[in-house]
């Protein structure tokens, strides 16, 4: 019976030593895909944060390029509104050259009757002339 009790002590010796073996192996197991994961994870965090800062850098240089053009479109409409202005003169100053010389017209044409009323009263009063 010793026998038999070596033996079964031995066979639980070997039991507990294949167990502790067992658990060491799905312990290193454990942190073999820990680390994996881990760096799967560290990967794909790598991956979404390059995009995201990809994305960030072109809405910057975005903002930018629209200060600009939002700067460059303000000069224009400032540029315009002066060549308006120095439209809206030019068309007065013509206007006011064409009153001037309808206004020239009519003192001519005045002229000229009062000219041939004044002849007209002279030959009346001067006939021999």
């Known amino acids: 019976m010793a026998k038999l009790e070596a033996a079964l002590i031995q066979m639980m010796n070997d039991h ?3 167990n502790a073996q ?3 192996q799905l ?3 454990k942190k073999d895909a820990l680390a994996t994961a881990t760096h799967v994870s560290d990967l794909l965090v790598d ?5 995201v800062q990809e994305s960030f850098i072109n809405e910057k240089r975005i903002e ?3 200060r600009a053009l939002s700067a460059t479109v ?3 409409i400032k540029q315009t509104n002066q060549w308006l202005a120095v439209v809206h003169a030019l068309d007065s100053a013509l206007k006011e050259i ?3 010389e309808n206004w020239m017209k009519i003192m001519e044409y005045d002229c000229e009757s009062i000219s ?4 007209y009263i002279h030959k009346k009063e001067n006939p021999q002339l």
Do not use: C, I, P, W
């Not at 991956?47 to 995009?51: C, D, M, P, R």
């Not at 041939?116 to 002849?119: E, R």
């Open 116 to 119: 041939l009323a004044l002849q």
């Open 98 to 100: 064409g009153d001037f």
């Open 22 to 24: 067992l658990r060491d």
């Open 74 to 76: 303000q000069r224009y």
């Open 27 to 29: 312990e290193k197991v």
């Open 16 to 18: 507990s030593h294949s």
């Open 64 to 66: 930018l390029e629209t």
């Open 47 to 51: 991956s979404v944060n390059s995009g």
